[in-house]
């Protein structure tokens, strides 16, 4: 039983199971990246073939990173993570804890870095002085007896080996982020005409499945503005969030700026003009009383409380910047009707007998709009955040120890100077080689010439 355990064990830890596990969903996130997600069955059948759509479908492409076997690939991997971190963690805290005191002096003096003086003070005296050199530093000394002598020793960075830790943590709560958004998140849109609202998105999941949301989303105005070939330049909806019928929340959105409520983000993605059908919106200069209409070209519209009638009965154009005018016809039952040309996107003033009116006149529109959930971005930030801190530790910073033998030896006290870094070692050579100077400068150790 134990056999067969241990052969568990080493299966899961096994670096042949982690670059496989690795590569392979390297592999497939790339082939997700470049094979589009989220369309329609006859999609696949028309830019792939009916054989490979089908195989597609089989192996669940189209929504490939929250298939099964994709899944699983994230679980081995995470598992071999696990283990691999668990072996390997007792190892690395002896390193950060361990009594460095007790360490022989035959691997002391045998350090990658060393140097020897000697001194014609004391051995307490020679103990006190190599203290404050080494205290001046920054470092915490310790001190001990070993092997008849005294032993000083000092670190920096113990805990910095605890570095690769913390990267194989890091990619372990990205992993649980990514769960946790394909199992619980989802991605849609939805087309909101001006004026209107709505409290439902459609899945990108082939069927737009409908996703009902606990809130409602308006659109009270689309913007768009063209380049002078008439190519959109900028699209920009202003937006309204609307709890139990109470306005909670505006933003105008344009892409790149997306506005977030209820754990939804809406991105603007795209839009729809709706062909001879124009937002009119009326301001009585003197009441301020101002009102918004859906107008169709060619049908009159009222407004009783004014007594106004009005319509669209022209076009001409495109002028430059591929913008349209149109022919207004307006009433308020006193004399003759005015009529006059505006500019899409333009206002007008209108005078009549009793009143003076602002009129705007504008295109319609359906604004689109890409949603997103995703309850585990939090985890995928917090895990990035984490393998940043955890590679700047384990590439840029070292644990550096220096150990300091002292011993009376032939009337004289000997002064051995070690160190080693695990990582850096050309910048730790020049940190000692400056420790060393120190003492050799230092005129209160009486330094015997000889040195070796």
């Not at 039983?1 to 241990?6: A, C, E, G, H, Q």
């Not at 899409?344 to 959930?373: C, I, M, N």
């Not at 590439?395 to 011993?407: G, T």
């Not at 100077?437 to 330094?447: G, I, K, P, V």
Request: charged letters at 20%; glycine letters at 10%; one cysteine or more.
């Amino acid at each position: 039983m134990k056999k067969n355990t241990n052969e568990v064990w080493a299966f899961f830890s096994s670096v042949k199971l982690a670059l496989f596990t690795f590569f392979t969903l390297a592999i497939t996130s790339i082939i997700g990246t470049i094979i589009p997600q989220g369309k329609e069955y006859e999609f696949y059948v028309q830019a792939f073939g009916a054989g490979t759509a089908k195989l597609f479908q089989v192996l669940n492409v189209p929504d490939m990173y929250n298939a099964w076997w994709f899944i699983s690939l994230l679980v081995l991997f995470s598992i071999n993570l696990m283990v691999c971190t668990i072996d390997r963690f007792p190892i690395i805290w002896r390193l950060v804890v361990m009594d460095n005191l007790a360490l022989g002096i035959d691997r002391i003096i045998k350090m990658p870095q060393r140097h020897t003086l000697y001194s014609g003070k004391s051995v307490a005296e020679v103990e006190k002085l190599a203290i404050g050199i080494m205290a001046a530093g920054g470092r915490k000394v310790t001190q001990g007896s070993n092997e008849g002598g005294s032993l000083l020793f000092a670190q920096k960075g113990a805990w910095t080996r605890l570095g690769v830790i913390g990267v194989h943590v890091s990619i372990l709560v990205i992993f649980l982020g990514a769960i946790i958004g394909s199992t619980w998140g989802y991605k849609g849109s939805v087309m909101i005409t001006e004026t209107k609202s709505t409290n439902q998105v459609y899945a990108y999941d082939g069927k737009s499945t409908p996703i009902p949301m606990d809130f409602e989303v308006r659109c009270d105005r689309f913007e768009l503005s063209l380049y002078d070939n008439g190519a959109p330049k900028e699209y920009r909806s202003n937006l309204t969030v609307l709890k139990d019928g109470q306005e909670v929340l505006q933003k105008s959105i344009v892409v790149n700026d997306p506005l977030q409520y209820g754990g939804l983000t809406f991105y603007q993605s795209s839009y729809q003009a709706y062909d001879n059908t124009y937002v009119i919106e009326i301001e009585n200069n003197k009441t301020k009383e101002m009102n918004k209409f859906i107008v169709a070209a060619g049908k009159e519209v009222k407004w009783p409380e004014q007594g106004l009638e009005f319509g669209i009965v022209n076009q001409r154009g495109p002028f430059m910047g591929g913008i349209y005018e149109y022919k207004i016809w307006f009433s308020d039952g006193k004399g003759e009707p005015s009529k006059f040309w505006i500019l899409d996107g333009r206002k007008a003033q209108v005078e009549r007998a009793d009143a003076e009116y602002t009129f705007s006149l504008r295109q319609l529109y359906a604004t689109g709009l890409q949603v997103t959930k995703d309850p585990g971005v939090w985890y995928v930030y917090g895990g990035c955040t984490l393998m940043l801190l955890g590679l700047l530790v384990a590439f840029f910073l070292s644990h550096q120890r220096i150990w300091v033998y002292i011993k009376e030896e032939d009337s004289r006290t000997k002064i051995v100077l070690s160190g080693t870094s695990n990582k850096n070692k050309v910048g730790f050579e020049n940190e000692f080689a400056g420790l060393v100077d120190q003492f050799e400068q230092n005129e209160s150790l009486n330094l015997i010439k000889e040195s070796s």
